[in-house]
């Protein structure tokens, strides 16, 4: 178990495209085990490898219900045309809260960490998160899409 450093604000590394996954190794099961302890410990309900400072295509996602999501080379392969306004907020813009629309519904073709092929069907509060923590693989923040952005104790 270890926490990293989550990366914050104008941190490069947050604006970085983040290299493709090419070998599912012990260092990923690594990689994957400290980006949950330290979503956990954040009190997130996802994480990207970017924020910890490492630039792989790699997520993990658990909004708390049934499934933790741990996924390597995720991608978006269908979102719904229905679209959403909400609040979000981010582990590495702490104190700060935007509302950013996007799709309700998306697909995303992943690996698992056994390597095998997921398709997940997700919508409401998991589309979000999956979209969220894509973006942040291509150099994408909330902040770039959120049409307004406050910090929390304004948005009441």
């Known amino acids: ?19 493709k996954v090419t070998n599912i190794d012990d260092r990923l099961e690594r990689l ?23 630039s792989k295509r790699v997520i993990v996602v658990d909004i ?3 499934e933790i999501y741990q996924l390597i080379n995720p991608e ?23 509302r ?7 697909t995303v073709k992943a690996l698992n960490p056994q390597e095998e092929e997921m398709i997940i069907e997700a ?4 589309a979000r998160a999956l979209q969220h923590e894509i973006d942040h693989l291509d150099g994408i923040t909330f902040i770039d899409r959120a049409e307004e952005v406050f910090r929390e104790e304004e948005s009441h």
Do not use: F, H, W
């Open 1 to 19: 178990m270890a926490i990293k450093k989550i990366r914050t604000n104008d941190d490069p590394v947050l604006k970085r495209k983040a290299k």
């Open 32 to 54: 994957l085990t400290n980006m949950l302890d330290t979503m956990y410990e954040a009190e997130g309900i996802g994480l990207a490898a970017p924020q910890i400072g490492i």
């Open 64 to 66: 708390g219900e049934d």
């Open 76 to 98: 978006i392969v269908d979102t719904s045309d229905e679209q959403e306004k909400a609040l979000e907020g981010c582990l590495s813009y702490p104190g700060l809260q935007g």
């Open 100 to 106: 950013v629309t996007r799709p309700v519904k998306v």
């Open 123 to 126: 919508e409401g509060l998991l």
